[in-house]
């Protein structure tokens, strides 16, 4: 149920914003399955929809030259059925003749407004290469701050409002690595709210209600509260009254516990988002023996690993895995000199 009224406000969300004026458009295009399947006797979706775009081109080469050609991004199974693909505007009127056709939603040129503790403007996922002008619905502005200046903006980031005093870029590094998206040609709008002590609903009120009237697609709220009935959860209700405007509202579910399965954000009008955990700190997960141990240090050593955070096998097993010979557990503090007879990998105090 849920899920399909996500679906709902992303097919809202996306044919609100009508794609930019460059010559090819991108397009989440939603096929009926069991007429691709009368048409087409593979199995594998791509292919399927590779056909699709071969016969577009095919169909559309007297016209466009090949540089035009139509160009499938992705295809979709489980979410929809059916493809993102690059398409001219001639290319399009052909894919709706095609048997199976559902519907399009340009995807292009979606503004997310950004609610957390800052960004920094350097980063390569912010540069604007290849993007067209800044849509003229954008009612938003780039505000200088401590660390930011106006000209940090450009047609990626075209936003950029501060809800407190003194502008601190807090984004600093995140993990190394290659980091992709599925709509690399979203515009970002950032809105500090959170700053070293957390952050007030006063200012996450304010900025939901300025990124609402500067015109945002989607609003992601990375930020979580204490557990709060609904009608007293200010971004519960801040969010539901995004939504009312079209605006396509996504929060984070929180991460701090005290269950591995406990959320946060769970008003049923917005997405409640969970990332997965990638080893970025190093040092405290390193002292827990969790995720990947560096081998030239571990290499045939005995390992002192704590414990109290993350499973006792799992901490044995990253040590074998990073050659070590040997682990000695460290009881947390609250277990005492309390034993646990564990069966191990590898040897073990
Ligand atoms: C568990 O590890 C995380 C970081 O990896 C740390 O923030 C937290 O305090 C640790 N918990 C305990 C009980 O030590
Ligand atoms: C692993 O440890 C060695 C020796 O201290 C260090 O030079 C290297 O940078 C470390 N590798 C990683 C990935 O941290």
Same mark, same amino acid.
């Given at each position: 149920?849920?899920?399909?009224?996500?679906?709902?406000?992303?097919?809202q969300?996306?044919?609100?914003?009508?794609?930019?004026?460059?010559?090819?458009?991108?397009?989440?295009?939603?096929?009926?399955?069991?007429?691709?399947?009368?048409n087409?006797?593979?199995?594998?979706?791509?292919?399927?929809?590779?056909?699709?775009i071969?016969?577009?081109?095919? +169909?559309?080469?007297?016209?466009?030259?090949?540089k035009?050609?139509a160009e499938?991004?992705?295809?979709?199974?489980?979410?929809?059925?059916?493809?993102?693909?690059?398409?001219?505007?001639?290319?399009?009127?052909?894919?709706?003749?095609?048997?199976?056709?559902?519907?399009?939603?340009?995807?292009?040129?979606?503004?997310?407004?950004?609610?957390?503790?800052?960004?920094?403007?350097?980063?390569?996922?912010?540069?604007?290469?290849? +993007?067209?002008?800044?849509?003229?619905?954008?009612?938003?502005?780039?505000?200088?701050?401590?660390?930011?200046?106006?000209?940090?903006?450009?047609?990626?980031?075209?936003?950029a409002?501060?809800?407190?005093?003194?502008?601190?870029?807090?984004f600093?590094?995140l993990?190394?690595?290659?980091?992709?998206?599925?709509?690399?040609?979203?515009?970002?709008?950032?809105?500090?709210?959170?700053?070293?002590?957390?952050?007030?609903n006063?200012?996450?009120? $304010?900025?939901?209600?300025?990124a609402?009237?500067?015109?945002?697609?989607?609003?992601?709220l990375? +930020?979580?509260?204490?557990?709060?009935?609904?009608?007293?959860?200010?971004?519960?209700?801040?969010?539901?009254?995004?939504?009312k405007?079209?605006?396509f509202?996504s929060?984070?579910?929180?991460?701090?516990?005290?269950?591995?399965?406990?959320?946060?954000?769970?008003?049923?009008?917005?997405?409640?988002?969970?990332?997965?955990?990638?080893?970025?700190?190093?040092?405290?997960a390193?002292?827990?023996c969790?995720?990947?141990? *560096?081998?030239?240090?571990?290499?045939?050593?005995i390992?002192?690993?704590?414990?109290?955070?993350?499973?006792?096998?799992?901490?044995?097993?990253?040590?074998?895995?990073?050659?070590?010979?040997?682990?000695?557990?460290? *009881?947390?503090?609250?277990?005492?000199?309390?034993?646990?007879?564990?069966?191990?990998?590898?040897?073990? $105090?």
């Open positions: 149920m849920m899920y399909g009224k996500i679906l709902q406000f992303l097919v969300v996306t044919t609100a914003s009508v794609g930019a004026t460059t010559a090819k458009n991108t397009y989440i295009i939603q096929m009926d399955k069991t007429k691709m399947a009368a087409h006797c593979q199995d594998d979706s791509t292919q399927t929809y590779q056909a699709v071969n016969s577009i081109n095919e +169909m559309s080469l007297q016209e466009d030259d090949q035009q050609q499938l991004l992705y295809s979709y199974e489980t979410a929809i059925s059916g493809f993102a693909a690059k398409l001219s505007s001639k290319q399009f009127q052909s894919l709706e003749k095609v048997y199976g056709f559902l519907s399009a939603a340009p995807a292009s040129d979606m503004i997310i407004g950004i609610l957390d503790t800052g960004i920094w403007p350097e980063h390569v996922s912010f540069k604007d290469t290849g +993007m067209p002008a800044v849509p003229s619905r954008w009612k938003g502005v780039c505000e200088k701050g401590t660390k930011f200046s106006k000209s940090n903006c450009n047609k990626k980031l075209i936003g409002r501060v809800f407190f005093e003194g502008y601190e870029a807090d600093s590094g993990a190394k690595g290659m980091a992709r998206g599925t709509s690399y040609t979203s515009r970002i709008a950032v809105y500090k709210v959170c700053w070293r002590l957390g952050c007030s006063l200012d996450i009120m $304010a900025a939901i209600e300025k609402v009237q500067d015109g945002v697609d989607v609003l992601s990375s +930020m979580v509260s204490y557990p709060l009935p609904f009608y007293s959860d200010l971004v519960a209700i801040g969010s539901f009254y995004a939504i405007s079209g605006v509202v929060n984070s579910a929180g991460s701090s516990g005290p269950f591995s399965s406990s959320v946060r954000n769970t008003a049923p009008w917005k997405m409640t988002l969970a990332a997965s955990y990638i080893d970025r700190s190093g040092i405290p390193s002292k827990f969790l995720g990947t141990l *560096n081998e030239s240090l571990v290499k045939g050593k390992v002192v690993c704590h414990g109290g955070n993350g499973s006792r096998y799992v901490k044995s097993e990253n040590v074998k895995k990073a050659k070590g010979v040997g682990m000695i557990l460290v *009881n947390p503090k609250f277990q005492g000199d309390e034993l646990t007879a564990d069966p191990h990998i590898l040897p073990t $105090a």
